[in-house]
């Protein structure tokens, strides 16, 4: 398995190591490279809107782990409401999480993550905040942003911020902003200016219907999405719906896409690294796949 080995800031737990010793058995029963990595999910308990308790994060874990993930940045809810959410009790609740996964035999290797609400006020005052801001899997190098309503005008002074501290954004659920869904060029314009655009699975999956989940389908075989995230909330009221999303972009885009989308590029972010652009499908290939 590529994923290094990560040392826990804040209890020092050496994860891979361990993750390996407990649970190489459950590991090794998928295939070499056949993992995928989520770099949007709410595993951890008592910050957010995501597990109430510890067992309905050992139940979500366990979940994701039926779904093929063997890794996840675990993204909690800053800002907005969630304003008192700081990195030290994420980084602090990552660790817990880390310890008792291992210690319930849960193959999952866990980063203290987080995603940013990007109101105005939070906006203007970005730089000034961004110490008090997680970034994806804690590198320093991916920031996960989402914002209230609709796509606002903005945007360019966040980007502006991010570039002068060496930060990329990531756009979640960019399918949750109708102006998105429907324009193509929007998207790749900003894509174009250096985000990163994420799909939930559960939209590709279809759970918000077909004009979702076609709209998923454009911009993914247009390759102006570089990769999908469960933003799984829940085992049960909102479980990540990862296997179903990649049987539709395989089917969709080929194996060549549905690999980058679901394995490369998230494994990336996880590890820091530089993502790739898809590739887009002429007009006759998507035609092909509807
Ligand atoms: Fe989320």
């Known amino acids: 398995m590529a994923i290094e080995a990560i040392q826990s800031r804040s209890q020092g737990i050496e994860v891979d190591a361990a993750h390996q010793a407990c649970s190489q058995q459950q590991v090794d029963s998928l295939p070499a490279g056949d993992h995928f990595t989520d770099i949007h999910t709410h595993v951890l308990w008592g910050l957010d809107d995501g597990p109430r ?12 782990v039926e779904q093929g993930v063997s890794a996840v940045a675990a993204t909690c809810h800053q800002r907005g409401v969630f304003a ?29 993550s987080a995603e940013w609400m990007i109101d105005a006020q939070t906006a203007e005052r970005l730089d000034s905040l961004l110490p008090t801001l997680l970034t994806l899997s804690d590198r320093q190098k991916h ?8 796509l606002p005008s903005y ?13 990329v954004g990531v756009l979640a659920h960019i399918e949750k902003y109708h102006q998105l869904l429907a324009n ?8 174009n200016e250096g985000f990163i655009m994420q799909i939930n699975a559960d939209s590709i999956a279809g759970k918000f219907g ?10 993914i075989q247009r390759g102006l999405v570089h990769l999908v995230a469960s933003d799984a909330h829940s085992a049960d009221r909102r479980p990540p719906m990862l296997k179903d999303a990649y ?4 089917r969709w885009a080929g194996n060549e896409t549905a690999t980058l989308l679901f394995k490369q590029n998230p494994l990336a972010i996880f590890n820091g690294s530089e993502v790739a652009r898809p590739k887009g499908m002429g007009w006759l290939a998507r035609f092909r796949s509807r």
């Open 143 to 150: 920031a996960l942003l989402e914002f209230p309503f609709q």
């Open 53 to 64: 308790t510890v067992d309905e994060s050992i139940a979500l874990c366990r979940a994701l």
């Open 84 to 112: 008192r959410n700081e990195p030290p009790i994420i980084r602090q609740r990552a660790a817990e999480l880390q310890e008792i996964l291992l210690s319930e035999n849960v193959p999952l290797a866990i980063r203290p």
């Open 184 to 191: 193509s060029a929007r998207v790749e314009a900003l894509v």
């Open 247 to 250: 049987e539709n972009v395989l």
């Open 155 to 167: 945007l360019p002074m966040v980007l502006q911020s991010l570039a002068k501290h060496g930060l």
């Open 210 to 219: 077909p004009g979702v989940m076609n709209g998923c389908r454009r911009l």
